[in-house]
């Protein structure tokens, strides 16, 4: 079975930070990688899939990029509606999230 | 656009069976896509359960396999989630998604509100 690994599991940031967020496969998935945003209370909402293609509807402030073993997921100035647990999935995968505050 | 909302009860016995149904509205359930059952603990990650296609082809997660049907009803344009011989460790949301597969690639790109459900005598 493929392993998903996140990194942080918690970060504090500004308003207006770039943010960083970073998970990795067990094994090579090529670009089958995508990030889903989820706030409290609500289902996950997919932003990014196939590692860095941005879902319709989706600010452009987030991004993703990476292959095989290491992706990256990007808010380049955070917001304050982007406060959320964010979860990088491959397959029938998820990663255990990465819960992003505001400092 | 297409919506899916959970239903079924919020409490279940332990050692009971937890039912729940998806009712899937402003599409088919009959479109080349897999329709799926994810769960999430109180305060935890995500997990899927298993998926179906129209056909009645089905996938589970191995964890769960032994415990886990589900099935699909076209002319109601809905599927179902039977997870049996339920405990505590079974209390959490249940949501439903739509599974897009494309080439190798998959997304869970719909999903519903979500239902919780309690495991508790």
């Not at chain 1, 095989?68 to 990663?95: H, K, M, N, R, V």
């Not at chain 2, 996938?59 to 699909?72: A, D, G, Q």
Request: net charge neutral; hydrophobic share 30%; charged share 15%.
């Amino acid at each position: 079975d493929i392993q998903m690994t996140q990194s942080p599991s918690s970060l504090s940031a500004s308003v207006g930070d770039r943010v960083t967020i970073t998970c990795q496969a067990s094994q090579d998935i090529s670009n089958y990688l995508n990030w889903y945003q989820q706030k409290p209370g609500k289902a996950p909402k997919l932003l990014i899939y196939d590692a860095s293609n941005l879902e319709t509807g989706v600010p452009s402030r987030f991004s993703g990029s990476g292959s095989g073993t290491d992706f990256t997921f990007t808010i380049s100035s955070l917001q304050p509606e982007d406060i959320a647990t964010y979860y990088c999935q491959q397959g029938f995968t998820f990663g255990p999230g990465t819960k992003v505050d505001i400092k | 656009q297409v919506q899916l909302q959970e239903s079924g009860p919020g409490l279940v016995k332990p050692s009971g069976t937890l039912s729940l149904t998806c009712a899937v509205s402003g599409g088919s359930i009959s479109s080349s896509n897999w329709w799926s059952w994810i769960r999430q603990p109180p305060g935890k990650g995500l997990e899927w359960i298993g998926e179906i296609y129209h056909s009645g082809s089905t996938n589970y997660n191995p964890s769960l396999k032994s415990r886990v049907t589900i099935s699909v009803d076209k002319s109601k344009n809905q599927f179902s989630l039977k997870l049996s011989s339920v405990t505590a460790a079974d209390t959490a949301v249940y949501y439903c998604a739509r599974t897009l597969v494309v080439g190798l690639g998959s997304r869970f790109d719909y999903w519903g509100q979500g239902t919780l459900v309690t495991v508790s005598s």
